[in-house]
RNA sequence: GCCCCCGUAGCUCAGGGGAUAGAGCGCCGCCCUCCGGAGGCGGAAGCGUAGGUUCGAAUCCUACCGGGGGUACCA
């Protein structure tokens, strides 16, 4: 008994009681209702406040409808006790039965347990990371980087077609100073006022000039272009592959030069002109997004006949929305939260509607602390924090699993020291721990040639019930990450989950102690522990961390 | 000035209106005769302030205070 499977029997017994007028429900009966599991343990497995909330509607007091709706509940096969408390909560207790055959079910689901259509026959379009190719991925553009791909898997989980997208600034003037900066150190200056210094463009320029030698000898603008062609796409590579071996790849990458030399650009612009929402001012072409709630109008083609950058990103929109995308989900940092109002702007002068086929996240910064000081980065000083560094810093288990931990509203402090240790105040260990340690005891199950075995009514004891419980929770809490854009939800469940299961191992004995015969409890309880492996590992997964067998 | 995010235990953070607000770390005190003690048990300790909505607010609304970010015909 899930607390799904639960909300549909209350929602049961309400079309019940409406069809047969003991209740009025001008509305008629609730899709779901909320199940929750109380804090207290007095209150019951579950509990649900279906009552406080349709008392009024249907014009009767809460108590009174809980009376109706516990009578009724209270007959059902996996439920064992229905309880009215306080101003009219049900508090239920589920059957032994019914709540053990919950880790059955689970193994025989395996990986595909937490899983759903909540999404089914949704084409989604992921944009993350999207930093430009003008330095290493620094430590912003990585926490996108393991919350979209969480969220990716999150959205896959639940039905989803998902395409993980990663937008190629390669068209404005930043590449422009980036390839200066190249030259500069071809021809041994200082960096550029407005450009870049640090190693890596030593790095890049050293190597550039070893794959193309000539370039030394020519002049300063054809220097400078072989420089930015090779430079880019060299920046870009390493780029891609550090994104690799944190455990992201994209499907697609988009060149937003592309856009330009397409005519893309210029197709998205006489669409909007169209459809009324351009005009012409001061030599520019500006678009009408304040009509469509962002502060000012903004220009998409400047007065020099240059494509603004927001242009590009009118473009591209559409090119997504052109490709089947029905629903558009970028992802940027809080330095870039100025441009969802333009953003959803553009998307309502297409006539699309924002919030459904745009949507818009954004991320928090990420602060690192070292031997509790925070490090300054700056990346024109070239002291940014790659994600190589973090990498290797931390692992890439630690590093994606505190980036993902955290709702991505908040901005967080990473204590480099504590996500690099190898214990418990690691909370990736914690879980990690969990797992292996249940994987540890399967192995000695089978070493024993004990098998598991289905005795659902067995499992009965207080821990037990709150793992089974715990493990039920699963696909709720996958489908919540889901509708809510929020993967964070995944690692704090891994954490009471695998809390849960080192209590219930504290207390419950799972292989027989010496020559004890095997019983039944045994092998009902080894299908709890595999059932709690198959949880933590489908978790991890989902947030593209490991669940190692041994640690 | 205006816009966005945040303010919960000593620290880092969870808590999508519900009952006595949680976890990890840190601190104090416990638990190994066998499945991984990288674990478990107990204890001290908290919702920035003031109003409002509600049967019920950490959660929703308003104001204020504090921290972070943003506010280009840059990308």
Redesign the pocket.
């Known amino acids: 008994m899930t607390p799904e499977q639960l909300s549909a029997a209350i929602v049961e017994v309400l079309a019940t009681l409406s069809a047969e007028g003991e209740l009025t429900l001008p509305d008629g009966p609730p899709s779901a209702v909320t199940v ?1 599991r ?3 343990r ?3 497995d579950y ?1 649900t ?1 279906v009552a ?2 349709l008392a009024k509607k249907a014009g009767t007091n809460p108590r009174a409808l809980a009376q109706l709706v516990a009578d009724r509940l209270g007959q059902h096969d996996g439920v064992a006790a229905v309880d009215i ?3 009219g ?1 049900l ?1 239920i207790t589920v059957a032994a039965a019914a709540q053990g055959e919950v880790a059955g079910q689970i193994v025989a689901a395996g990986a595909a347990y937490g899983s759903s259509e909540l999404m089914a026959g949704e084409r989604v379009n992921l944009e993350f990371v999207s930093a ?1 190719p003008t330095g290493p991925l620094h430590i912003g553009g990585v926490r996108w980087a393991a919350v979209g791909d969480a969220l990716g898997r999150i959205f896959e989980a639940v039905g989803a077609a998902v395409t993980r997208e990663y937008y190629f ?1 390669d ?5 422009d100073r980036f390839s200066r900066s190249l030259l500069h150190s071809v021809r041994g200056l200082e960096a550029p006022e407005d450009g870049y210094g640090g190693a890596y463009v030593h790095e890049i320029a050293q190597a550039v000039v070893a794959r193309r030698p000539e370039l030394v000898e020519k002049d300063d603008a054809a220097a400078q272009e072989i420089l930015r062609s090779e430079g880019v796409e060299m920046m870009f590579d390493e780029i891609k592959r550090s994104l690799h071996d944190f455990g992201v790849d994209f499907d697609v990458y988009f060149h ?1 030069d592309d856009l330009h030399k397409s005519g893309a650009v210029d197709r998205a612009i006489e669409r909007l002109t169209e459809l009324g929402n351009t005009y012409e ?4 072409v500006w678009l009408r997004t304040e009509q469509f709630g962002d ?1 000012k109008d ?2 998409v083609v ?3 006949g ?1 494509g ?3 242009s590009g990103d009118l473009a591209y929109y559409l090119d997504k929305r052109e490709r089947g995308f029905d629903r558009c989900l970028i992802m940027l940092g ?6 969802v ?1 333009r953003m959803m702007a553009m998307c309502a002068a297409f006539g699309d509607t924002p919030g459904t086929n745009l949507e818009i996240l ?1 991320g ?2 990420v602060n690192l602390l070292k031997d509790g000081e925070p490090l300054r980065m700056s990346k024109r000083a070239g002291t940014v924090v790659t994600i190589d560094d973090l990498v290797s810093a931390i692992g890439v288990d630690a590093a994606r699993y505190a980036l993902a ?3 991505s ?5 990473l ?1 480099l020291d ?1 996500w690099a240790k ?4 690691n ?1 990736v ?2 879980v990690q ?1 969990a797992h ?2 249940v ?3 399967l192995r ?1 199950a089978a070493d024993l040639g004990l098998a598991p075995a289905d005795h659902p009514e067995l499992l009965v004891h207080e821990k037990e019930g709150e793992l089974l419980r715990a493990l039920a929770d699963f696909p709720g809490v996958v ?2 990450a889901a ?2 854009r ?1 993967p ?2 995944v690692a ?1 469940y891994l ?2 989950t ?2 849960a299961y ?2 219930f ?7 027989p ?2 020559d004890e015969e095997p019983t039944d409890l045994h092998r009902a309880r080894l299908v709890l522990v595999d059932a709690t492996r198959t949880v933590l590992a489908n978790g991890l997964g989902l947030l593209g961390v490991s669940a190692p ?3």
């Open positions: 929750e109380p804090r207290q007095e209150h019951g509990a406040n406080l909330q408390a306080g101003p909560f508090n430009n600034n068209h404005g003037a930043q590449i937003e001012q001061d030599g520019a502060d903004r220009v400047k007065s020099d240059q603004a950058y927001l809080a330095d870039h939260h100025g441009y109002a954004i928090q910064m931990r955290y709702s509203d908040s901005s967080i402090d204590d504590l190898a214990g418990s105040e909370p260990y914690y721990y292996a340690r994987s540890s005891l000695n489908a919540s509708t809510l929020e964070h939800r704090r954490e009471d695998a809390g080192h209590r191992y504290d207390n419950c004995r799972v292989l102690m010496g067998e041994r640690m």
